[in-house]
């Protein structure tokens, strides 16, 4: 199997960022919330990326940030792809009035948009990680719902779901061995762009002031506390949202590879 | 003499990548080295199974490969001159011109957008063979030459404003509109109904006869190209396997496989006495939802334990449905279905697990009726799973011994079902159903989609299954041939409704009534004469008219 150009630079950079979040405590060459130079400071051998609005180091605080914003957007993304599927796949399979009840339900809080919505939860609760992932994940799992309802519409009406019907099979069964397998492809690749989504979901709300909250550092919060410094042509606030787009771009290299390879499989020749 | 020969085609061998799931891309030889000759105004028949190259060879004639086919070697000679290696630009004038092409599937090659006529004058005027005038004038005489109705206004309409019947002669109208040397037909009339094939069949033949232009016509079907044909080459896996006159390869074939072609749809099948019935339907009307009318109506049918019943009629007669009746997806407004004595639920979900184990059912498309993903071991172990609670070794030596039962050996229960032949996939779903141990087992068209060879053996496992374990068929086809192979009772359908139904040799019997006598008319006999005979002598004509 050949892996073309592109998403091997995908797969690489994902990877990177990836091992980055892991083992953040022994890479980083800073602590996360120490000030340790001075304010502003340029890129320097010291300071490989500067410091930022109070003394601290960028490149550590990045390191510490792509665990925090990884871990949650993964959290949120694994939370809104069980209940979408799950939520989705009944919908097609039973059809009828549950259908009517969740597609309706999922377009009604489609109608309004998430941003706002996570916006008023979250003025009201209480600002932890936990409800940030629930937050985020309900909210995405409505476009997980959509997709997964679709292909399994699709998968539903094949003659061998029929014949598992006829057979005498109970729901669970036809969801999770005829039409998972089935519908696993797509979903593989609807995931890597829920999660970037997730990703610019966490970023806006922090650097709205309702994301992840200090001390804890992510990326959106360093954009946030450092957009000041562009004033004064400081770069600090440039290289988090840098890092978000580096990773957007490479999961969607991943995610694009992999549905030219689904859609391989229906008839294309592919790559 | 050399001036009489329209295409000459010498060792001809074409190739293409195929791209198998998984390994690396290979080249494979679709045809070896096939020597083909055809004269002016001749009508050459290619004929072999899925899979022998013979649309490939066709195509070959206006040189051209589909995706991914290329024409590696050899010579094709049009009109004196080499097109194999010939330039784009000069295929360009050659395609449309000299060389025209009918495919199998009519209503999928026109577009939709466009009406008829604008479609069937294109080539023509794009060639600027003709004026507009000229060639809708030539268009409108071939519309008449062909039978199709109302010839002077039917240009006007839209693909789907007229029947797949009429559509299939519209594209042999346009076809023959740029007059040219070559049509090379390519199972025009197989995705027909059997009634509707006659008279595009009798219109083609007409229409060649008429222009005096010559054809590649291919088909699976003997019986048909035997019709229209002077010549005969039967192909099998890219290879020549004989050729000969139309009437040396029906009367007296000189290969086997050629023999094994010809003795097709000859299984005799001696049909049992009345019995006590196992399925019992009675007074059964059914419609789809939101609509007002009833696809079935008022059927009554009575299957008796251990035999047949052949249901039979065309598209839309609502034989299919029946079936969705029976097994419950689709609930019958009025009537009563009973099964072994007892009075089956009309929907599937309130029935017993017993209820549903003993009716099982085996589908057209064996590819979309078992799920890609799962193995033929879990295909077949799931009924016996499910039903009888078999687990481990016991479960494996049981999927054995049904892989057994339908010839096919040890080492396939790990083998997924992209990996089968048609055949094989066929016969998986049978194991399956058979697993269940069923006292009925409904088979929908199960025949229709395999080549006759292949078809005839898995007609005569499931008679051999049947004097096994007793089993009830309800077999729905539209194919009269299959029908006198297999079964004990007819039910003949005809728009939702039976028209005719009884013992094997009662309904195969004279006097017939209208519909019968089109329908047993209208399946294509092994000898020559037979379309003129049947065109000049039945009573009514097809419903695609």
């Known amino acids: ?26 890479i980083a060459p800073y602590p996360i919330n120490d000030p340790v130079g001075g304010v502003w400071e340029a890129p ?104 997964s309802r679709a292909v399994a519409a699709d998968i539903a009406v094949m003659e061998y779901v029929e014949a598992a019907k006829l057979r005498g099979e109970k729901g669970n069964w036809i969801i999770f061995k005829e039409i998972l397998p089935n519908a696993l492809s797509p979903l593989v690749a609807e995931f890597g762009l829920r ?57 969607n290299l991943v995610a694009d590879w992999i549905l030219t390879r689904t859609s391989s499989l229906k008839g294309g020749r592919g790559g | 003499m050399a001036d009489d020969l329209l295409l000459n085609i010498k060792g001809l061998v074409i190739e293409a990548t195929a791209y198998p799931p998984g ?45 991914g086919v290329r024409l590696a070697a050899g010579s094709i000679m049009l009109n004196g001159r080499e097109i194999r290696t010939a330039a784009p630009t000069d295929l360009r004038h050659l395609r449309g011109r000299e060389v025209t092409y009918v495919s199998q599937s009519a209503a999928a090659s026109f577009n939709p957008a466009k009406r008829l006529m604008e479609q069937v ?83 083609i033949k007409e229409a060649i006869r008429d222009t005096q232009v010559a054809a590649l016509y291919i088909t699976h079907d003997l019986a048909v190209v035997a019709q229209v044909s002077d010549e005969i080459m039967v192909l099998r896996q890219g290879r020549m396997v004989e050729l000969g006159t139309t009437d040396q390869i029906i009367n007296a074939p000189r290969e086997d496989y050629t023999k094994a072609l010809v003795a097709v749809r000859s299984i005799e099948h001696e049909e049992k006495p009345e019995a006590p019935a196992v399925l019992s339907i009675q007074n059964v009307t059914a419609r789809y939802r939101g609509t007002n009318f009833d696809v079935l109506k008022n059927i009554t049918l009575d299957l008796p334990a251990g035999q047949t019943l052949a249901v039979v009629g065309e598209s839309g007669s609502g034989k299919s449905t029946l ?32 209820d549903l184990r003993e009716i099982q059912m085996i589908y057209q498309m064996a590819d979309t009726a078992m799920n890609p993903r799962q193995t033929v071991g879990d295909i077949i172990g799931r009924p016996l799973e499910l039903y009888f609670g078999l687990k481990g070794a016991e479960k494996q030596r049981r999927v054995q011994e049904l892989l057994d039962q339908i010839e096919m050996g040890a080492g396939f229960a790990r083998r997924y079902p992209a990996e089968l032949s048609g055949g094989q996939k066929q016969r998986v779903c049978i194991a399956r159903a058979l697993a269940a141990k ?47 192979a297999i079964s004990d009772k007819i039910a003949v359908m005809y728009k939702g409704a039976v028209v005719r139904y009884g013992q094997k040799s009662d309904v195969l019997a ?31 004509a097809s419903a695609g008219n």
């Open chain 2, 323 to 354: 079936a969705r009746a029976i097994t419950g997806l689709l609930p019958p407004r009025s009537g009563r279905i009973s099964f072994a004595g007892r009075t089956l639920s009309n929907e599937t979900k309130a029935r017993s697990m017993d």
């Open chain 1, 44 to 147: 320097s051998a010291q300071f490989w990326l500067g410091t930022d609005t109070i003394g601290r180091d960028i490149l550590s605080r990045l390191i510490y940030g792509a665990q925090v914003t990884i871990f949650v957007a993964l959290a949120a993304s694994i939370l809104s792809f069980a209940l979408g599927t799950f939520l989705g796949f009944t919908a097609a399979v039973s059809g009828g009035w549950l259908d009517q009840a969740l597609s309706r339900s999922v377009d009604l809080m489609m109608a309004i948009p998430s941003l706002i919505v996570a916006l008023v939860l979250l003025s009201v609760l209480p600002l932890n990680l936990t409800v940030l992932v629930l937050v985020i994940g309900i909210l995405d799992s409505t476009r997980v719902f959509r997709l």
């Open chain 2, 121 to 203: 004058i294109e080539t023509s005027i794009g060639h600027g063979l003709m004026t507009k005038a000229e060639a809708e004038a030539r268009a409108v005489t071939l519309f008449r030459k062909l039978g199709l109705p109302n010839p002077e206004t039917i240009g006007s309409r839209y693909p789907h404003q007229v029947s797949g019947g009429q559509l299939q002669r519209v594209m042999t109208a346009m076809a023959l509109c740029p007059k040219p040397d070559l049509v090379i037909f390519d199972e025009p009339t197989t995705a027909l109904d059997v009634t509707t094939q006659i008279d595009v069949l009798a219109a």
């Open chain 1, 1 to 26: 199997m050949r892996i073309p150009l592109s998403a091997l630079i995908g797969m690489i950079f994902t990877g990177g960022f990836i091992f980055v979040a892991i083992f953040a405590h022994w």
């Open chain 2, 23 to 67: 390994e690396p891309p290979k080249d494979i030889t679709l045809v070896h080295g096939v020597d083909l000759a055809l004269k002016r105004g001749k009508v050459l028949g290619l004929i072999g199974e899925s899979g022998a190259g013979k649309s490939t060879i066709g195509l070959s004639a206006m040189s051209y490969g589909r995706g």
């Open chain 1, 195 to 251: 999660f970037i989504f997730a990703v610019l979901f966490i970023s806006t709300l922090s650097f709205l002031g309702l994301g992840i909250q200090p001390p804890l550092a992510d990326w959106g919060g360093m954009v946030k506390e450092n957009r000041d410094g562009l004033i004064y042509g400081k770069t600090a606030a440039m290289l988090p949202a840098a890092a978000i787009a580096a990773l957007a771009i490479s999961v």
């Open chain 2, 438 to 484: 069923p006292k009925l087992i409904i088979c929908d068209e199960v025949t229709s989609a395999l080549d006759p060879l292949v078809a005839d053996g898995i007609l005569k496992l499931l008679l051999n299954l049947q004097a096994e374990s007793q089993v009830a068929y309800l077999f729905i086809t539209h194919d009269l041939a299959t029908v006198r």
């Open chain 2, 510 to 540: 004279p006097p017939f009534d209208d519909y019968t006598d089109l329908l047993l008319s209208s399946v294509p006999e092994m000898r020559l004469g037979w379309l003129e005979e049947v065109i000049s002598t039945r009573k009514m």
